[in-house]
């Protein structure tokens, strides 16, 4: 059984996930397609969740000095 995503959870599309992120939308399929970045299918188009992409972003997150 899967788990359903928060109903009160904010989605976005690639698109704004690739502004948020300053990399391009080919890039952001990619890290779906990878694994990386945990997506919905909807239709043809994809939705990620706002969580999974502050959690993927803090996983980045390298402090340098």
Do not use: H
């Amino acid at each position: 059984m899967s788990k359903m995503p928060n109903s009160s959870a904010k989605f976005m599309t690639v698109g704004e996930v690739a502004d948020l992120m300053r990399v391009s939308s080919m890039t952001v399929y990619r890290l779906i397609k990878a694994g990386e970045i945990r997506a919905a299918r909807v239709g043809k188009s994809y939705r990620i969740r706002e969580d999974d992409v502050d959690r993927f972003l803090a996983s980045r997150y390298n402090q340098t000095g």
